[in-house]
C-alpha cells in the first residue's frame, strides 16, 4: 500500500481482556518498529523488526507484551490481560534500512483504551 | 542514557509571528537527529535528518539546524496550517524521541 496501515484505529477493552494490534508495513521496507504514545508523552520504543533477524525486544514493558512478524510483512503487537495503564496510542512505523536516513514512515496509530 | 528534550511543551503565535523550537540532547553516538511534525490523530511525519553540527536544512517556512548539544526548528512567518506538535529524535543504537512541542498559530 501507499502508507503503513493499522488496524484498527480505536479499541476499547475490559480490565483482563486479550487485545491484538495489526500494522502492515509499506512494501520493501525491511524495519518495522512499535512504538507507544501516551497523553503529554514522548514515544516509547517498544519493539523492532529487521528483515530475518531477532526481534530487539528491549523496550518491552512487560512479559504481558509480544510482537511478531510474519513473513518480513505484516506485524501483531498481542497485549495479554490488558491494565488501565495500557491505554494510549500504539504506533507503527517502517523503513529502507535501521538507520533511516529519510526517517520512518508511520501509520495514524491505534487507540487503546482500557476500561 | 540517552536523553532528549523539547522547549517549550508548548508555544502559540500569530500568524507571521516567527520563532524556535529547542530540542536539546545527550547521545553517546549521533547518527542522527530527525525532525517529525504530528497531527492530531495521526502518526508522526517526517521532516528533517541532521547528521553533523553546523548542518541545516529548510523546507517552506521550516529551517532545523544542529549543534553538538541541540538543534533548532525556527518557523518563519508561520501560518495556521502549521499548529501541530513537532517531535525532535535522535538516533543512536535506536531511535528516542522527546516529548514535543505542541504549536498553535493564530489568524
Known amino acids: 500500500g501507499a502508507g503503513v496501515s493499522q488496524s484498527p484505529s480505536n479499541k476499547v477493552t475490559e480490565k483482563g481482556k486479550d487485545v491484538e494490534l495489526r500494522c502492515d508495513p509499506i512494501?520493501?521496507?525491511?524495519?518495522l518498529y512499535w512504538y507507544r504514545q501516551s497523553l503529554g508523552q514522548g514515544l516509547e520504543f517498544l519493539i523492532y523488526?529487521?528483515?530475518?533477524?531477532?526481534?530487539?525486544k528491549s523496550g518491552l514493558p512487560s512479559d504481558r507484551f509480544s510482537a511478531e512478524r510474519t513473513g518480513g510483512s505484516v506485524s501483531t503487537l498481542t497485549i495479554q490481560r490488558t491494565q488501565q495503564e495500557d491505554s494510549a496510542v500504539y504506533l507503527c512505523?517502517?523503513?529502507?534500512?535501521?538507520?533511516?536516513?529519510?526517517?520512518?514512515?508511520f501509520g495514524s496509530g491505534t487507540r487503546l483504551t482500557v476500561v | 542514557e540517552d536523553q532528549v528534550t523539547q522547549s517549550p511543551e508548548a508555544l502559540r503565535l500569530q500568524e507571521g509571528e516567527s520563532s524556535s523550537l529547542n530540542c536539546s540532547y545527550t547521545?553517546?553516538?549521533?547518527?542522527?537527529l530527525f525532525w517529525y511534525r504530528q497531527d492530531p490523530g495521526k502518526g508522526p511525519e517526517f521532516l528533517f535528518t541532521?547528521?553533523?553540527a553546523g548542518e541545516e536544512k529548510e523546507k517552506e517556512r521550516l529551517k532545523a539546524t544542529l549543534t553538538k548539544k541541540e538543534s533548532f526548528l525556527h518557523i518563519t512567518a508561520p501560518k495556521p496550517e502549521d499548529s501541530a506538535t513537532y517531535l525532535c529524535?535522535?538516533?543512536?543504537?535506536?531511535?528516542?524521541f522527546g516529548a514535543g512541542t505542541r504549536l498553535t498559530v493564530k489568524p
Open positions: 512505523a517502517s523503513s529502507l534500512a535501521p538507520t533511516g536516513g529519510y526517517g520512518y514512515t
Open positions: 512494501s520493501g521496507h525491511t524495519a
Open positions: 547521545v553517546s553516538g549521533l547518527r542522527g
Open positions: 529524535a535522535v538516533q543512536d543504537n535506536d531511535m528516542r
Open positions: 523488526f529487521q528483515g530475518n533477524s531477532a526481534p530487539d
Open positions: 541532521l547528521y553533523s
